[in-house]
């Protein structure tokens, strides 16, 4: 989860093209643990979130994991 943690670090220091390249170069790989990259991320924002620790690009990266990956549901049930 190292990306994970590096596109955090960029998204909190307002470098979001840098974060957003990472989260979706990442969003499909499967970590040590089982879940999907996208999920992990989506996962670190609600703790952080619940911690008070909130970025407004936040929800535009929640945005494009999310429907990056219901493209992805949606091309291959075709």
Do not use: C, W
Request: charged share 25%; aromatic share 8%; glycine share 6%.
């Amino acid at each position: 989860m190292i990306k994970g943690n590096l596109a955090h670090g960029y998204l909190f220091d307002n470098q979001f093209e840098k974060a957003k390249a990472l989260y979706l170069e990442n969003k499909d790989a499967k970590l040590h643990d089982g879940r999907a990259f996208n999920q992990a991320v989506l996962d670190d924002f609600k703790e952080l979130q619940e911690a008070g620790i909130t970025h407004p690009d936040m929800q535009k990266i929640k945005a494009l994991l999310i429907s990056k990956t219901q493209d992805t549901n949606s091309t291959n049930s075709h």
